[in-house]
């Protein structure tokens, strides 16, 4: 199984709404990782858990809350969004974060703030 | 043709011509670097890989070729198929002891029949 699922697919929230990213890996990965990526451009990192321990967090606004409750799990929690916040967010693992090793993404929550 | 500016670069290709996909990377310390394929509506696909002591890496009708020098890194793709169509990222890594996966901005490489 070499395979990072996300669900939703896509989602659509008011700004004034509470919702739930999700993501899950089964390849024993010790690395999560979350990215934004808007139109037409590449993605850009967000935060980095490392064996369940958050190790980055890109200047993220707070209104993006993540959380690692296990080695296979990873949540973007999102609250009070604004439509600029509308874009792809993809999920991604790689077996131990300082390694070189490829990273293995997910197709992404297609998330549109209205 | 290639274009820049706003708008994603663009190459085209005819189908069975090879493909050549270039990318400049910024940290000299970078030590491991990817190349990904993205298709619409999808996340990023893993094509191949390279490590910074070496200069070329060989896949299925893929080529790395890596200049330490000038910072460069190209994507050879050779008998370009409609199906080699999307957008293609390079990935830094940097040295380790760093969790970073850091892209380049992306070329669409278009697939003309």
């Known amino acids: 199984d070499t395979e990072v699922t996300q669900t939703p697919k896509h989602l659509v929230m008011g700004m004034t709404n509470k919702k739930s990213l999700k993501c899950e890996q089964h390849?024993?990965?010790?690395?999560m990782y979350w990215y934004k990526q808007k139109a037409k451009k590449p993605p850009e990192l967000m935060f980095v858990y490392s064996y369940e321990k958050l190790s980055i967090n890109e200047s993220v606004p707070s209104r993006f809350s993540p959380e690692c409750p296990n080695s296979s799990l990873l949540n973007l929690h999102l609250h009070a969004l604004q439509p600029e916040d509308s874009a792809l967010y993809l999920c991604a693992s790689s077996q131990d974060g300082l390694r070189v090793a490829e990273a293995f993404f997910g197709q992404g929550t297609r998330l549109t703030v209205v | 043709g290639e274009s820049v500016g706003l708008h994603l670069p663009t190459l085209s290709v005819q189908e069975g011509d090879n493909s050549i996909i270039n990318c400049a990377y910024s940290n000299s310390a970078s030590d491991y670097f990817i190349w990904y394929k993205q298709e619409s509506g999808k996340g990023p696909q893993f094509i191949i890989d390279?490590?910074?002591?070496?200069d070329k890496r060989q896949g299925q009708r893929v080529t790395v070729l890596l200049n330490k020098t000038v910072k460069h890194l190209s994507l050879q793709i050779a008998a370009t198929q409609p199906g080699d169509s999307a957008v293609y990222f390079c990935?830094?890594?940097?040295?380790?002891?760093?969790?970073?996966?850091?892209f380049g901005t992306g070329t669409r490489l278009k697939v003309l029949a």
């Open positions: 390849m024993g990965h010790r690395a």
């Open positions: 990935a830094e890594k940097g040295h380790s002891g760093t969790y970073k996966y850091i």
């Open positions: 390279i490590r910074s002591n070496m």
